[in-house]
């Protein structure tokens, strides 16, 4: 468990290092949602019914950024060869790599959204729910990204590969995270929405990380 | 004949999509057997390389 | 050669598959002939869709195959990764494209029958936008094999895309229709219609052997040459090391 936490502490320090991470997906984060306002115009009624599912997309766009680097620098400085030599089994390295990726792309996006959610007029009712969806669907789309990072690991280009393999694995985090925000909204109740993205969590945490380190042994051989 | 290509006025639609089927499963076909052709020429050329190299 | 013993497997498959060959090119001419003949001739128009109804005859089918031959990836991918048997990665490989070719005369089909049933070219219909993504799927499934120069590399991965889509494709679903029952237009009329008459039944039932047998017998072309790939591959090889 202290190699665990020492691992994830390991990267987020070098996450922090690197020209700081968080930033970039934050500001890639607020940048893609200033354009549309850009795009489909001021008015406040449209900004206010799409505002739910544009904070869903962006963010989720932010997170999948970043993902490429997730074995990436590990993969070409060898020490990911280490990490599958070390005593900790490869599931558990990647389930701590995708907490590192969480803490430095999920939880940055989940603070900035509110104030997000303030330029896009997300009504007042919305804001808990997007908090909790939030918190529950960006952990699953870091750890459903890493099975995409695992497998273009060794690939030249993985970055666009990366996506064309993760989006449609995203599409019910999306449905069920937008789902959540339009029901509380609504005046219905959000619960359902939210119980199936902590089901989606739990599943991930399950499976996730060992389809991603099978797919690791893999590019490593 | 003609009232059975009409389709009830819905030629426009009925045609184009069985056309489009048939038109995937032809290029499915087609690519299949060429790439299958092609597969088969390289390796017997390779294989008959062999045979004619193996005395010396 | 040291890696003759890696063909024993794929030589008796290419044996099998070979005889059966005939038999799957002449069931889906036979099936799709009969079909297609039931399915304009003799199936009466629907009462409430008129002719256009006729197009069921495709879009069904082909919509049956691309869950099918997803299906089929899936546990071939299944049997290359855990008794590492040779052809069932090459199966897998095969079988994409045909899968992704079904999937979208389905969606062209189904967008063919949109226009006059629901007066535009593509509605977010739940099925429709479920059969997208399974298109999606297939497209990440083929370029990830292209991604690689180790094809023994390839297919691992890909095989293990392969079942994460297969473990996503029923929980996708499930949103896509949980989505789509939450946006539901006030009219839409269903693709199905009222019960389905025997009438239809039979020729559309037809039609899908018919389908099925012309994926067999392409699956069985398309295999043999990635047989036949792997074998050049490895001649070369041997050729460069000689």
């Known amino acids: 468990m202290n190699r665990f936490f020492s691992l994830v502490r390991r990267d987020v320090a070098l996450a922090f290092r690197q020209g700081s991470a968080s930033t970039m997906v934050v500001m890639f984060f607020i940048l893609t949602v200033t354009l549309f306002p850009l795009g489909v ?9 799409i505002s739910s599912g544009v904070l869903w997309v962006a963010a989720m766009l932010a997170s999948m950024l970043s993902l490429d680097r997730l074995f990436q620098a590990d993969f070409e400085d060898g020490s990911l060869d280490l990490l599958t030599l070390g005593s900790l089994p490869l599931e558990v ?38 908090l909790i969806s939030m918190l529950l669907g960006t952990p699953t789309l ?32 999306l449905i069920f995270g937008v789902g959540s925000i339009d029901a509380a909204i609504g005046g ?34 | 004949m003609t ?38 020429d390289t390796l017997d050329k390779l294989q008959s390389q062999r045979t004619k190299r193996k005395p010396s | 050669m040291v890696s003759l013993h890696k063909f024993a497997n794929p030589a008796r498959f290419v044996r099998m598959s070979s005889a059966l060959l005939p038999w799957m090119v002449g069931m889906s001419a036979v099936l799709i002939t009969v079909g297609l ?32 031959i997803y ?17 069932a990665d090459l199966l897998a490989k095969a079988s994409a494209p045909v899968g992704a070719g079904f999937t979208f005369a389905t969606l062209a089909s189904g967008s063919l029958w949109g226009q006059p049933m629901w007066g535009t070219w593509w509605v977010w219909d739940a099925r429709l936008t479920s059969y997208l993504i399974l298109f999606f799927l297939y497209i990440g499934y083929m370029a990830l094999w292209e991604a690689f120069d180790d094809p023994q590399r390839a297919g691992k991965a890909a095989a293990i895309l392969a079942l994460v889509g297969a473990v996503n494709v029923p929980i996708i679903k499930f949103s896509v229709d949980w989505w789509n029952t939450l946006h539901q237009p006030a009219s839409v009329m269903k693709m199905d219609g009222p019960a389905i008459d025997s009438s239809m039944l039979v020729p559309l039932l037809i039609m899908a052997l018919g ?32």
């Open chain 1, 41 to 49: 115009g001021p008015e406040a009624n449209i900004l206010q019914r």
């Open chain 1, 93 to 130: 390295t990647v389930l701590a790599k995708c907490l590192a990726h969480w803490l430095t792309t999920g939880l940055p996006l989940i603070i900035i959204a509110p104030l997000l959610g303030v330029l896009l007029h997300l009504e007042t009712s919305g804001y808990v729910t997007l």
């Open chain 1, 142 to 173: 870091s750890l459903i990204g890493a099975i995409g990072a695992a497998l273009t690991v060794g690939v030249r280009r993985g970055g666009v590969l990366l996506s064309l393999l993760v989006i449609p694995l995203y599409i019910p985090i």
């Open chain 1, 188 to 221: 219905l109740t959000e619960r359902p929405h939210l119980f199936v993205l902590g089901a989606m969590l739990l599943g991930s945490v399950a499976l996730c990380p060992w389809a991603a380190a099978a797919a690791l042994k893999l590019n490593l051989e």
């Open chain 2, 3 to 40: 009232e059975f290509f009409h389709m009830g006025g819905y030629a426009a639609f009925v045609w184009p999509s069985f056309g489009i089927t048939a038109a995937i499963m032809i290029a499915i076909v087609i690519d299949s057997w060429r790439g299958f052709v092609r597969e088969r």
């Open chain 3, 37 to 68: 003949y039931l399915g304009l001739f003799v199936a009466p128009p629907d009462y409430q869709q008129g002719e256009s109804m006729r197009i069921i005859f495709v879009h069904v089918p082909s919509a049956w195959m691309s869950m099918f």
């Open chain 3, 71 to 87: 299906s089929g990836m899936a546990i071939a991918s299944a049997t290359g990764l855990i008794w590492k048997h040779p052809v």
């Open chain 3, 211 to 242: 389908f099925t047998a012309f994926y067999g017998a392409v699956v069985i072309v398309r295999t043999q040459r990635e047989i036949m790939a792997r074998k050049v591959r490895t001649l070369r090889m041997a050729q460069v090391q000689a």
